[in-house]
Structure formats: structure tokens, C-alpha cells
Nanobody
Framework: QVQLVESGGGLVQPGGSLKLSCAAS????????MGWYRQTPGKQRELVAA???????NYADSVKDRFTISRDYIKNTVYLQMNSLKPEDTAVYYC????????????????????WGQGTLVTVSS
């Protein structure tokens, strides 16, 4: 199994910056894409940014030119640098990892990986 642990959330004033981190740990896994999603009460979880194993990035229109996603492939860690934060960026941010992992000890079976972190709250307020 794979665990994702997020950090870096908190309270910031409008116009400020925060950097989120998400580290994947476990064994016998391979990650293809990692991404950040966010969710506010009463709304569906939405994609904020994603990055593939080849470094291709994708951003929600609402965060383009303000947020930057990056990845440390050796550390299996993904980052989200958030600049020029707005009150509407307030949400719980979740890390996601997609790929494959081997399940089982004696007869390992390759399975699809779709792991989520526990979420970290980002509050943008004066």
C-alpha cells in the first residue's frame, strides 16, 4: 500500500503565498501522475494541478499563472507553490497519486494505485 502525507497548509492573508508538500511512502509501487485537488463544503472536489511522470503539467484555469506544481521523483514528493492567494482559494487541499503497486507477499499481483492524502486546510483571509 501507499500512504500520502501532506503538509504546509495554514492561514495566509490575501496576496500571500504558501507551499504544500505531499510525500508518498510504501513499498513496491510506481507512481505515474501526482496531483492536487481541493474541496469546499457543499462542492465537489476539483482538480487544481497535476504532473505526470514525464513532467507534463495541467492546471485549473482559476490557478494558472499563480500556482506551480513540481515533483521530486527520487523522494516521491509533489509540491504546490501557491502565490497571489485569494479568499476563493480557501479549501481543503488533497494530494493524489496514480500508478501501480504490487499486492500480496508470495504471489504479488499488480494493481492500480489511486491514493489520497488526508487533506490540509488552506485559509486565505485578512
Amino acid at each position: 500500500q501507499v500512504q500520502l502525507v501532506e503538509s504546509g497548509g495554514g492561514l495566509v492573508q490575501p496576496g500571500g503565498s504558501l507551499k504544500l508538500s505531499c510525500a508518498a511512502s510504501g513499498s513496491r509501487f510506481s507512481i505515474n501522475a501526482m496531483g492536487w485537488y481541493r474541496q469546499t463544503p457543499g462542492k465537489q472536489r476539483e482538480l487544481v494541478a497535476a504532473i505526470t511522470s514525464g513532467g507534463i503539467t495541467n492546471y485549473a484555469d482559476s490557478v494558472k499563472d499563480r500556482f506551480t506544481i513540481s515533483r521530486d521523483y527520487i523522494k516521491n514528493t509533489v509540491y504546490l507553490q501557491m502565490n497571489s492567494l485569494k479568499p476563493e482559494d480557501t479549501a481543503v487541499y488533497y494530494c493524489n497519486a496514480e500508478g501501480t503497486y504490487y499486492s500480496g507477499t508470495y504471489n504479488p499481483v499488480l494493481r492500480a494505485l489511486d491514493a489520497w492524502g488526508q487533506g490540509t486546510l488552506v485559509t486565505v483571509s485578512s
